[in-house]
């Protein structure tokens, strides 16, 4: 799914894509010319290996973001979360995929492993 820069107003436009079993919505807004701000949610799951103990598991995806794209190459450097977008389109396929590739470099562990991280609440 893909918006022209100059469609998205200030308002505020709707958003939803998908990629497998995750699930990309929420909201764009204008709040500069060439920057649009987003908010939404993410939410369902993916395959990953756990990094402690080598597991294929699903992990279980549920968190907002805060995420803006630019027009163009952005000079200043106020937000953390961006991204540049070169032909004048905002593409929300690409922004869940980035923000899917970061959430991959975290260290993600099974549920095995994290409940052993959690001081064995379980008492085994
Ligand atoms: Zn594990």
């Known amino acids: 799914m893909k918006i022209e820069f100059k469609k998205i107003p200030q308002s505020g436009i709707d958003f939803e894509v998908k990629q497998d079993n995750i699930k990309f919505c929420g909201n764009a807004k204008r709040v500069d010319k060439n920057l649009v701000k987003c908010n939404g949610n993410m ?13 294929d598991f699903e992990k279980v ?27 004048a389109y905002v593409n929300f396929d690409t922004m869940l995929k980035s923000e899917l590739e970061s959430l991959k470099c975290e ?9 052993e ?4 609440i379980l008492g085994e």
Not at 43 to 55: T, Y
Not at 117 to 120: A, F, R, S
Request: net charge negative.
């Open 107 to 115: 260290y993600l562990y099974c549920k095995n492993c994290s409940r």
């Open 61 to 87: 995806v549920n968190q907002s973001f805060e995420i803006y794209a630019s027009n163009g190459i952005y000079n200043e450097d106020n937000y953390d979360n961006l991204i540049e977008y070169f032909d």
């Open 43 to 55: 939410s369902g799951s993916f395959n990953h290996i756990c990094d402690r103990c080598g597991v």
């Open 117 to 120: 991280n959690n001081n064995n």
